[in-house]
T-cell receptor, first 111, second 111 residues
């Protein structure tokens, strides 16, 4: 079993839809949770960074962490064609430098 | 003003050759990383340096050797390149192990 599981998709939605992206993990030591967006032939770009359980909102993006279920989510409201990219979840423990990434979910938003 | 820059962006070389990839960051971060992303987009850490000290050294063939001349630079040298080394290599940096910022990647093709 991988430490971080993420459905690779692809996920295709119409413009304006609410998108839900998810990851599950097995290591209860993870405390920091991140979402990265990666456009084709570009480097991953940090979208959201959260600590422990709870919600964090930034514009159209909301990150949720449920440590009791070992489950994290990224919601994208009013999705746009420019949101079409691969979304990678990532996580690490306290005091550690090693970040574990999910496999990434490829998202297509159709105009 | 590029935060994490890698050179070259593209590298095509023959099996058996030796090549180097260079990385520089101007963010004032103290930790730098090398990641490998395979054809399925899976991002896996290879090495990490904190204040020029090697702190993460994953199970990587010893043909791969990182070198950090100072906190702002981390290079990756690969000896005797093999077909399986073809991938995108990303450099990243962070401050005290917090969220990582990635470069644009070096697409290595071994023929």
């Amino acid at each position: 079993q991988k430490e971080v599981e993420q459905d690779p998709g692809p996920l295709s939605v119409p413009e304006g839809a609410i998108v839900s992206l998810n990851c599950t993990y097995s290591n209860s030591a993870f405390q920091y949770f991140m979402w990265y967006r990666q456009y084709s032939r570009k480097g991953p770009e940090l979208l959201m960074y959260t600590y422990s359980s709870g919600n964090k909102e930034d514009g159209r993006f909301t990150a949720q962490v449920d440590k009791s279920s070992k489950y994290i989510s990224l919601f994208i409201r009013d999705s746009q064609p420019s949101d079409s990219a691969t979304y990678l979840c990532a996580m690490k423990g306290t005091g550690g430098f090693k970040t574990i990434f999910g496999a990434g979910t490829r998202l297509f938003v159709k105009a | 003003d590029t935060a994490v820059s890698q050179t070259p962006k593209y590298l095509v070389t023959q099996m058996g050759n030796d090549k180097s990839i260079k990385c520089e960051q101007n963010l004032g971060h103290d930790t730098m990383y090398w990641y490998k992303q395979d054809s399925k987009k899976f991002l896996k850490i290879m090495f990490s340096y904190n204040n020029k000290e090697l702190i993460i050294n994953e199970t990587v063939p010893n043909r791969f050797s990182p070198k950090s001349p100072d906190k702002a630079h981390l290079n990756l040298h690969i000896n005797s390149l093999e077909l399986g080394d073809s991938a995108v290599y990303f450099c990243a940096s962070s401050l005290r192990g917090a969220e990582a910022f990635f470069g644009q990647g070096t697409r290595l093709t071994v023929v």
